[in-house]
Nanobody, 113 residues
Framework: QVQLVESGGGLVQAGGSLRLSCAAS???????MGWYRQAPGKQRELVAT???????NYADSVKGRFTISRDNAKNTVYLQMNSLKPDDTGVYYC????????WGQGTQVTVSS
């Protein structure tokens, strides 16, 4: 069983920055770690992913503003979010894929205009 612990959400003004962290328990080899988000009344959507081989993938809406990074030794993934917009508001969920898929509890990000 993998547990994901997220931190770093909060309230920020438009144009500001936040950094999210997600640490996975255990010493498992995690194929893909990433971040998804869910805005009120909307479906959960991909934000960014980082594979164990070093490949990254971003949603078009965050390219150039968000950067995902990963520390494989610590099974930790980070999301640096710059130039935040009100549309970035939502609950951000950490995701880890091994043979199964695991989710964190979510952390709220609110961007005020």
């Amino acid at each position: 069983q993998v547990q994901l612990v997220e931190s770093g959400g909060g309230l920020v003004q438009a144009g500001g920055s936040l950094r999210l962290s997600c640490a996975a328990s255990g010493s498992f080899r995690i194929r893909v770690m990433g971040w998804y988000r869910q805005a009120p009344g909307k479906q959960r959507e991909l934000v960014a992913t980082f594979t164990s081989g070093g490949s990254t993938n971003y949603a078009d809406s965050v390219k150039g503003r968000f950067t995902i990074s990963r520390d494989n030794a610590k099974n930790t993934v980070y999301l640096q979010m710059n130039s935040l917009k009100p549309d970035d508001t939502g609950v951000y969920y950490c995701n880890a894929r091994l043979l199964q898929e695991y989710w964190g509890q979510g952390t709220q990000v609110t961007v005020s205009s």
